[in-house]
Structure formats: structure tokens, C-alpha cells
């Protein structure tokens, strides 16, 4: 899915403390105000990646246009995060091929060491997709983890109730 610039991680914060007021049925306030079709499409965002919890290892691809792969060389200890058994890319990195384009995944947690803005289009924290995909990621899980509470079946089984991760492609146009 293309991230949209106009997207805000202190819009993301309104719809969840909203949503939070909405499910307690409190007063909504100035501080979780926002328009109608914002509400609706930061809920459509969360519940994207919620619904995706009853797939096998689900992943919610985030496309940046004005993200930049960088030449990252990688250090012993780098690679290990990157590559090894904890690691987001196992033994190489993914790349999907699209419309002339080439999407190359970013790794969980490092993704800044291997992707960045150009200076004309440096994003402030505030609409930079590599963080608004973590929020988006923990506000799902919150979400998911505030509406199951009480589902609780009696077992000792522990409850995985999210799972979903949400990544980066960066874009490159394939040079022909």
C-alpha cells in the first residue's frame, strides 16, 4: 500500500486515544478530534492490519516513494541483526518486481541503516513512514490486544493475538 505524506503520527495518536474513548464510552475531546474521512482512514489503516492476524505470518508492505535506498555496508555484528536467526531477511533480501519498478524490503528495527529521505524531501518525524509504521503496527496491536482481554478461555495457553508486522519497500525504478 503507497504511504501517504499527509499521513501524521500525532493524527494516528487522535484516532487512538478516540478509539480508546469510543470503547470506554467516554466523551471525545479536543485532543482526539479529527474530521470524519480522517477518522475513517486511520480506521481502515488499523483494521488492514488486524484482519491480516489469521494469516500465517502476515506482513503489511508500507511504499514510500520519497524513501532512498542507501550503499550500506554492513559490519560482523550488523549482520548477524540483519541476516541471522533473529533477523528480518533470514539470507537475503527481498525484492519484488512491479510496474518497471523495483521494491526492495526494508528489515524490521533497521530499516534507517538501509533507507533515508532525500534532503529536498526530508520528512519530519512527525509523517516519516518508518515511524508511522511501528506506531500503526503497536496501535493494531492494542487494539487487538484492549477488544480480546476478556476472551480468555480458561487455558494456560498463552494468547498470540498479534502478529502482524507492518515493513517498508522502497521504490526504484528499473533502468531500461
Not at 147 to 176: F, M
Request: with cysteine.
Amino acid at each position: 500500500m503507497d504511504f501517504d505524506p499527509s499521513w501524521s503520527l500525532e493524527e494516528l495518536g487522535r484516532y487512538r486515544l478516540g478509539r480508546e474513548r469510543s470503547m470506554n464510552f467516554e466523551e471525545h475531546t479536543e485532543e482526539d478530534a479529527l474530521d470524519d474521512l480522517r477518522w475513517e482512514m486511520y480506521d481502515c489503516l488499523v483494521e488492514a492490519t488486524r484482519e491480516m492476524y489469521y494469516f500465517s505470518n502476515p506482513t503489511v508492505w508500507l511504499v514510500d516513494h520519497r524513501l532512498r535506498c542507501k550503499s550500506t555496508v554492513l559490519d560482523e555484528h550488523m549482520t548477524k541483526m540483519v541476516f541471522g536467526r533473529h533477523g528480518s531477511w533470514y539470507n537475503e533480501q527481498l525484492v519484488f518486481h512491479a510496474a518497471g519498478c523495483r521494491y526492495y524490503a526494508m528489515p524490521d528495527y533497521y530499516a534507517s541503516e538501509f533507507c533515508g529521505y532525500d534532503l529536498e524531501d526530508d520528512s519530519d518525524c512527525d509523517r516519516d513512514a518508518l515511524s508511522f509504521a511501528s506506531e500503526l503496527e503497536r496501535v493494531g496491536a492494542l487494539q487487538e490486544a484492549v477488544e480480546n482481554r476478556d476472551d480468555d478461555d480458561g487455558s494456560d495457553e498463552e494468547k498470540s493475538y498479534y502478529t502482524i508486522s507492518v515493513r517498508l519497500l522502497v521504490c526504484e525504478k528499473d533502468h531500461a
